[in-house]
C-alpha cells in the first residue's frame, strides 16, 4: 500500500464495498468523503474515528417520519449497554471514550431550523426516512489497531459489520406503536403550527407543557435541553385568561392551553426566580418539534421570533427613531440612522425597531436582559427619549402585526399596558386583570407620593 491508500482514508471506500449488501446498506449517494463518510485516526492517536452514512429497509412514511426517526436513533443509543456490538458508537474500548459521548446523549428535539444541537445524533437532513428507507449517519470510534494492513482492515470490517448489524437489531424490534405514536405527534405538532394564524395565534402552550430545562454538558441551551428533573410544575391556562380548545390533526386528540393572540401585548409578571424567563424560551422553542417525555410537546409558535436585549455594540446606520428623538453625544448621523459604539439602550432599541420593521410575528423581551430605561420612564429622564411603556400607551400601531411578550417584575408602568396579564406564583400560572393591576399600581403610587411628601414635612 502506498500514497494515499496508506492511510484509512485512503481504505473507507474499499471498507464500505465490503459493508455493502446486506439489510443494512452503505448509503452511496448521501457519502461525502471526510464529512460523513470517514476513516481518521484521532489527534490523540489512540483512537480510529469512523462516520458512515447507512440506508435501512423501513415502512414509508409520508407524515411524522421525523419522530420516527427520533424513537429509533433513541432506542439503538439506549441499546448500547446490552448490545456490545454496539459499543464502537459511544467509544466503549477507546482510552478516550467520553469523546464520543455526544454520539449517546440523549435528544428529545426532533424537528428545529436552528443550528443547535447538530454535533448530536437527532433526526436531522442526514438522519431521516424518506422513500428509500431510513437514512442514518453511525458515528463512533475503535481502538487504533495500527496502520491499515490485511489484517486490520478485516479487523475495523468486522467490527463495522457486526455494528451495523446490531443497529439493524434494535431498529426491527423497535415497536410498530412507539413508531406510530411518534408521528402522529410530529404531525400534530406541525399541523397545529400551520393552524394558528387561522385561529388568530402566534403560539399555542398547551395545558401539561413542563417547561424548566435540565442543561447538560451537550444540551448547554434551552431549545435543545431536555426536561427538568424533580419537582416540575406543569403549566396550567388561567380561567382568567380565556383557555383555547384545539382538535390535533395527528392523534384527533382534544386539548386546551393558552393561546397568544396576534398583536397583542402580553405581560409574563412575577416575583424572581418564578419561571418568567423560562416562559419565554419556552415559548422560543415553540418553533421546534420535540418527542414525547420533553415537555414541550403541546407548545407550538409559529417561526421568526425575534429577541430585543441589551448589549453594547458598535451601530451602523441603524434606525433607533422609534425611541430617540436626539442622538446622544458621541453617536453619528440621525435618529434614523445612527452610527458609533451603541449603549445598551441603543442597541435595544435598534433591535425593537428592526423587529417590528420586518413584521416578525413574536417580539420577546426580558426584564433580566433589557435597558430598563427604554422600557419605562423616570423622572430624570430626556424628553428626546420615549420608553417602550410611553410608546404603547400613544402608539400602539407601531407594533403593526406583532405580537410583544415581555417578562417583568419591577416594571410595574410597562405591565400596566398589557391587554393580558400572566402571573407566575409559586412557579403557578394565574390571571390578573389588568383593570385590577392598574387600579394596584395606583394605590401604590399614592401610597409613594404621600410617603415622599411626609420626609419633606
Same mark, same amino acid.
Given at each position: 500500500?502506498?500514497?494515499a491508500a496508506?492511510?484509512w482514508?485512503?481504505?473507507?471506500?474499499?471498507?464500505?464495498?465490503?459493508?455493502?449488501?446486506g439489510?443494512?446498506?452503505i448509503?452511496?449517494?448521501?457519502?461525502?468523503?471526510?464529512v460523513?463518510?470517514?476513516?481518521?485516526?484521532?489527534?490523540d492517536t489512540?483512537?480510529?474515528?469512523?462516520?458512515?452514512?447507512?440506508?435501512?429497509?423501513v415502512?414509508?412514511?409520508?407524515?411524522g417520519?421525523?419522530g420516527?426517526?427520533? !424513537?429509533?436513533?433513541e432506542?439503538?443509543?439506549?441499546?448500547v449497554?446490552?448490545?456490545?456490538?454496539?459499543?464502537?458508537?459511544?467509544?466503549?474500548g477507546?482510552?478516550?471514550p467520553?469523546?464520543?459521548?455526544?454520539?449517546v446523549?440523549?435528544v428529545?428535539?426532533i424537528a428545529?431550523?436552528s443550528?443547535?444541537? $447538530?454535533?448530536?445524533?437527532?433526526?436531522?437532513?442526514?438522519?431521516?426516512?424518506?422513500g428509500s428507507?431510513?437514512?442514518?449517519v453511525?458515528?463512533?470510534?475503535l481502538?487504533y489497531?495500527?496502520?491499515?494492513?490485511?489484517?486490520?482492515?478485516r479487523?475495523?470490517?468486522?467490527?463495522?459489520?457486526?455494528?451495523l448489524?446490531?443497529?439493524?437489531? !434494535?431498529v426491527?424490534?423497535?415497536?410498530?406503536?412507539d413508531?406510530?405514536?411518534?408521528?402522529?405527534?410530529?404531525?400534530?405538532?406541525?399541523?397545529?403550527?400551520?393552524?394558528?394564524?387561522?385561529?388568530?395565534?402566534?403560539?399555542?402552550?398547551?395545558?401539561?407543557?413542563r417547561?424548566?430545562?435540565?442543561f447538560t454538558?451537550?444540551r448547554?441551551?434551552?431549545?435543545?435541553?431536555g426536561?427538568?428533573?424533580?419537582t416540575?410544575?406543569?403549566f396550567?391556562?388561567?380561567?382568567?385568561?380565556?383557555? !383555547?380548545?384545539?382538535?390535533?390533526?395527528?392523534?384527533?386528540?382534544v386539548?386546551?392551553g393558552?393561546?397568544?393572540?396576534?398583536r397583542?401585548?402580553?405581560?409574563v409578571?412575577?416575583s424572581?426566580?418564578?419561571?418568567?424567563?423560562t416562559?419565554?424560551?419556552?415559548?422560543?422553542?415553540?418553533?421546534?418539534?420535540h418527542?414525547?417525555?420533553d415537555g414541550?410537546?403541546?407548545?407550538?409558535?409559529?417561526?421568526?421570533?425575534?429577541?430585543?436585549?441589551?448589549?453594547?455594540?458598535?451601530?451602523?446606520?441603524?434606525?433607533v427613531?422609534?425611541?430617540?428623538?436626539?442622538?446622544?453625544?458621541?453617536?453619528?448621523?440621525?435618529?434614523?440612522?445612527?452610527?458609533?459604539?451603541?449603549?445598551g439602550?441603543?442597541?435595544?432599541?435598534?433591535?425593537?425597531?428592526?423587529?417590528?420593521?420586518?413584521?416578525?410575528?413574536?417580539?420577546?423581551?426580558?426584564?433580566?436582559?433589557?435597558?430598563?430605561?427604554?422600557?419605562v420612564?423616570?423622572c430624570?429622564?430626556s424628553g428626546e427619549?420615549?420608553?417602550?411603556? $410611553?410608546l404603547?400607551?400613544?402608539?400602539?400601531e407601531?407594533?403593526?402585526?406583532?405580537t410583544l411578550?415581555?417578562?417583568?417584575?419591577?416594571?410595574d408602568?410597562?405591565?400596566?399596558q398589557?391587554?393580558?396579564?400572566?402571573q407566575?406564583?409559586?412557579?403557578?400560572?394565574?390571571g390578573?386583570?389588568?383593570?385590577?393591576?392598574?387600579?394596584?399600581?395606583?394605590?401604590?403610587?399614592?401610597?409613594?407620593?404621600?410617603h415622599?411628601?411626609?420626609?419633606d414635612r
Amino acid at each position: 500500500m502506498s500514497g494515499a491508500a496508506e492511510s484509512w482514508q485512503g481504505q473507507v471506500h474499499r471498507i464500505i464495498a465490503d459493508l455493502d449488501g446486506g439489510r443494512v446498506r452503505i448509503d452511496r449517494e448521501a457519502a461525502r468523503d471526510l464529512v460523513n463518510t470517514y476513516l481518521v485516526r484521532s489527534l490523540d492517536t489512540t483512537a480510529l474515528r469512523f462516520s458512515i452514512p447507512v440506508l435501512l429497509p423501513v415502512q414509508i412514511f409520508d407524515l411524522g417520519g421525523d419522530g420516527a426517526v427520533g !424513537v429509533i436513533i433513541e432506542a439503538i443509543k439506549a441499546a448500547v449497554p446490552t448490545e456490545r456490538d454496539l459499543g464502537p458508537i459511544a467509544g466503549i474500548g477507546t482510552e478516550h471514550p467520553a469523546h464520543c459521548l455526544q454520539n449517546v446523549e440523549p435528544v428529545t428535539l426532533i424537528a428545529s431550523n436552528s443550528a443547535l444541537g $447538530t454535533n448530536l445524533w437527532r433526526p436531522d437532513n442526514e438522519n431521516r426516512i424518506d422513500g428509500s428507507g431510513l437514512h442514518l449517519v453511525v458515528r463512533g470510534a475503535l481502538p487504533y489497531p495500527g496502520p491499515p494492513t490485511h489484517a486490520t482492515v478485516r479487523e475495523v470490517l468486522e467490527r463495522l459489520g457486526s455494528l451495523l448489524e446490531a443497529i439493524d437489531r !434494535v431498529v426491527r424490534r423497535v415497536p410498530e406503536r412507539d413508531l406510530a405514536a411518534a408521528r402522529e405527534l410530529s404531525i400534530d405538532q406541525k399541523a397545529l403550527r400551520r393552524a394558528l394564524p387561522k385561529m388568530g395565534l402566534v403560539a399555542f402552550i398547551g395545558d401539561g407543557t413542563r417547561p424548566a430545562r435540565q442543561f447538560t454538558q451537550f444540551r448547554c441551551h434551552h431549545r435543545i435541553a431536555g426536561p427538568k428533573e424533580g419537582t416540575h410544575i406543569p403549566f396550567r391556562c388561567p380561567l382568567e385568561l380565556d383557555p !383555547v380548545e384545539v382538535e390535533l390533526a395527528g392523534s384527533g386528540r382534544v386539548v386546551t392551553g393558552l393561546g397568544l393572540q396576534r398583536r397583542e401585548v402580553f405581560a409574563v409578571a412575577g416575583s424572581n426566580a418564578e419561571g418568567k424567563s423560562t416562559f419565554l424560551h419556552a415559548v422560543i422553542a415553540g418553533q421546534d418539534d420535540h418527542a414525547a417525555g420533553d415537555g414541550r410537546e403541546l407548545l407550538v409558535s409559529l417561526g421568526g421570533i425575534a429577541q430585543a436585549e441589551a448589549g453594547e455594540r458598535h451601530l451602523d446606520r441603524a434606525d433607533v427613531s422609534l425611541f430617540f428623538g436626539r442622538l446622544p453625544p458621541g453617536i453619528d448621523g440621525h435618529p434614523g440612522a445612527a452610527s458609533g459604539q451603541g449603549s445598551g439602550s441603543l442597541v435595544m432599541a435598534h433591535e425593537i425597531q428592526t423587529a417590528l420593521s420586518a413584521g416578525v410575528p413574536i417580539l420577546i423581551l426580558d426584564e433580566d436582559r433589557s435597558a430598563t430605561n427604554l422600557l419605562v420612564p423616570g423622572c430624570l429622564q430626556s424628553g428626546e427619549v420615549t420608553p417602550l411603556s $410611553t410608546l404603547l400607551a400613544t402608539r400602539r400601531e407601531a407594533l403593526g402585526e406583532t405580537t410583544l411578550i415581555y417578562a417583568a417584575s419591577s416594571l410595574d408602568i410597562l405591565i400596566a399596558q398589557a391587554d393580558r396579564i400572566l402571573q407566575l406564583s409559586g412557579h403557578e400560572a394565574r390571571g390578573l386583570d389588568p383593570r385590577e393591576f392598574r387600579r394596584r399600581l395606583d394605590r401604590y403610587l399614592v401610597e409613594v407620593r404621600e410617603h415622599l411628601a411626609a420626609k419633606d414635612r
